[in-house]
């Protein structure tokens, strides 16, 4: 048996009592908060069944429960309670057949009387869970509104706009004390407000500067709240653009969590910052450097903001510490971008030899051709990962004449030659890598190095340095920067086993990649700190010394010293040389220092 006895609402009762019947015993009445409601339990003893009714009175506010058929063998002390809503429980014998148990109440409330089944010997009176404050708040970065009660409130929301505010409704509560509505100083609200809006639902709504997203969660960490997270604000992006890369980054209002991501098809790397509102004034910033297209914010999820950073290519990112930004105002998530000097640049990478002219011929019987063209599309490859133009004079096992190889780089406008061959020597003996170059263009010397320094440190192999070649026809004949590699001697039986091995060529490949990339990034250099107007001066080291760190203006002295004259017989095979025709040997002659003559 059970009634709810709202205060503005007629007596409720329990079937009476017959007269002449045995009295229940009234033999105690306590207070307890049950999961958040305040109860009043009255706990009958004796033989005799006793039934209730009740009734609210106002001036002041009070709960009447008349248990009909009891007696009251002791008067107990009022009960104090203040809980917000129940003030102090009085018990007294009202009649020689009933007792009354009045409530004093702080404020008008809801509540229920009842008899629970399972313990008929108990009338309980339940009052509805509190509402006992508001607050709006910011920690760390990270701005709540905070609803607090007794146990767990449930609640419901929405969002009017006209002006912008959240509801947040929550039923089976009354709102303890009379708040005011307490004003904001906050990017997102301007104040927080909450009122009895139904005699059993307190509505809480906070008012805001603007539409944003939200969402609402109670926790088990923080018992008796609902929050309203509006989360960090994602404040807008940023960018930095310096020789070797740029930096994007991201200001928050403290650091929430970040999960970083690199996609590709396009190039792009994405944020994704967890409890989170985009409150950034653009969601677009063009950026166009070379190394960033542009910077997009969204938001992605309820509280997920979305940064998005698409590069015309990739090739590599670091993260960098998280932190306060650099006037302390707001903190920062940042990525650095590698800048790569090819973007743009066109390469004419020339596998040697090919269709009727095989090359030199290792004792396995692996063919040149073969292994310059898989080499040099592997490089290819490579060169347009990094966002270059890669223009193959060959791309099948297919006869290319000389002219005709320089011919396709100067169409193609290439801003480097890279012609990838296999050595040969008169006997076993020689080993090595070696890059060769003609100095009828002034950067080739350059080039050579780059690309000696960075295949010799790839392969780990012996560095015969590089080596000036001006009868050799597509280094002699190019009109930009160029050079010829020979990777390693077909005539060494070991070296030839290498370059069988896929994974070796792949390293060779790399090598030369890197030492383009390295070669540009030279030049990339220079003209900056010529544009600086500050030119940088070094010394060019001989050989394998190559590379961004030295800067000589061209490098052309370098040669190298450790090539014994006389023991290599490359030279350019194939229709069209005119250094010697098919399979020519006057490079048996170009053997040691300096400038040929
Ligand atoms: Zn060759």
Not at 269 to 285: E, G, Q
Not at 352 to 371: F, M, N, R, Y
Not at 420 to 433: C, I, L, S
């Amino acid at each position: 048996m059970c009634a709810r006895s709202l205060a503005a609402v007629p007596a409720s009762a329990s079937t009476p009592a017959d007269s002449g019947q045995e009295l229940a015993r009234v033999v105690g009445v306590n207070y307890a908060e049950v999961d958040g409601r305040g109860t009043v339990t009255v706990s009958l003893g004796g033989r005799g069944a006793a039934s209730w009714r009740s009734f609210a009175l106002k001036d002041p506010p009070r709960l009447v429960v008349d248990i009909v058929g009891a007696v009251l063998p002791s008067r107990p002390e009022p009960l104090a309670v203040a809980d917000g809503i129940i003030d102090k429980v009085r018990i007294a014998q009202f009649s020689s057949t009933v007792v009354r148990l009045v409530v004093d109440l702080c404020q008008e409330s809801s509540c229920t009387v009842g008899q629970p089944e399972e313990d008929p010997r108990q009338i309980v009176v339940t009052f509805p869970k509190r509402v006992t404050g508001v607050e709006f708040r910011e920690v760390d970065g990270r701005a709540e509104a905070v609803i607090r009660g007794s146990g767990k409130l449930g609640y419901k929301t929405s969002v009017l706009i006209e002006p912008p505010r959240i509801v947040v409704d929550l039923a089976d509560a009354v709102l303890v004390g009379n708040p005011p509505p307490m004003p904001v100083s906050h990017a997102i609200a301007r104040q927080i407000r909450a009122s009895q809006h139904s005699p059993d639902t307190v509505r809480v709504v906070v008012d805001l500067v603007k539409e944003t997203t939200y969402s609402v969660f109670t926790s088990s960490d923080r018992p008796g709240e609902v929050v309203v997270d509006f989360g960090h604000r994602i404040l807008g992006a940023d960018f930095a653009t310096s020789l070797k890369s740029t930096r994007v980054s991201v200001k928050s209002t403290g650091l929430p969590p970040v999960k970083i991501t690199r996609l590709t098809d396009p190039h792009r790397i994405v944020m994704d910052f967890d409890d989170s509102v985009l409150d950034s004034p653009d969601s677009t910033i063009e950026v166009g450097d070379g190394t960033v297209d542009r910077i997009r914010l969204a938001q992605f999820g309820p509280m997920t903001v979305r940064v998005v950073v698409d590069m015309p290519y990739y090739v590599g990112h670091t993260e960098l510490p998280r932190g306060p930004g650099p006037c302390g105002t707001w903190d920062e998530t940042a990525v650095e971008i590698t800048r790569s000097p090819l973007y743009q640049k066109t390469i004419a990478v020339d596998p040697g030899h090919g269709g009727t002219d095989p090359g030199a011929i290792g004792s396995t019987g692996l063919q040149e051709k073969a292994v310059t063209l898989d080499i040099a599309k592997r490089l290819a490859a490579m060169l347009e990962e990094a966002g270059a133009k890669a223009v193959l004079t060959r791309t099948d096992d297919v006869s290319v004449f000389l002219p005709e190889r320089v011919r396709i780089a100067a169409d193609a406008r290439a801003d480097a030659f890279v012609s990838v061959h296999a050595n040969a020597g008169r006997t076993d003996e020689p080993a090595g890598t070696e890059t060769l170059f003609c100095s009828n263009v002034p950067m080739s010397s350059r080039l050579a190095q780059c690309v000696q320094a960075s295949l010799v440190k790839e392969t780990g192999r012996l560095d015969r340095g590089t080596r000036e070649r001006p009868d050799l026809y597509v280094i002699r004949e190019a009109t930009m920067p160029s050079c010829l590699v020979e990777v390693l001697f077909m005539s060494n039986l070991t070296e030839e086993l290498l370059l069988i091995d896929p994974a070796f060529r792949e390293k060779a490949a790399r090598g030369i990649a890197n030492g383009i990339w390295a070669y540009f990034e030279w030049r990339l250099e220079a003209s900056a700190s010529a544009d600086g107007g500050g030119a940088r001066a070094g010394p060019a080291k001989a050989g394998n010394a190559a590379g961004p760190g030295n800067d000589s203006a061209d490098g052309s002295g370098a040669s190298c010293a450790d090539t014994a004259p006389g023991d290599v017989i490359e030279a350019q095979h194939g229709p069209g040389a005119d250094t010697g025709g098919e399979g020519g040997t006057e490079g048996d002659t170009g053997g040691g220092n300096g400038p040929g003559t």
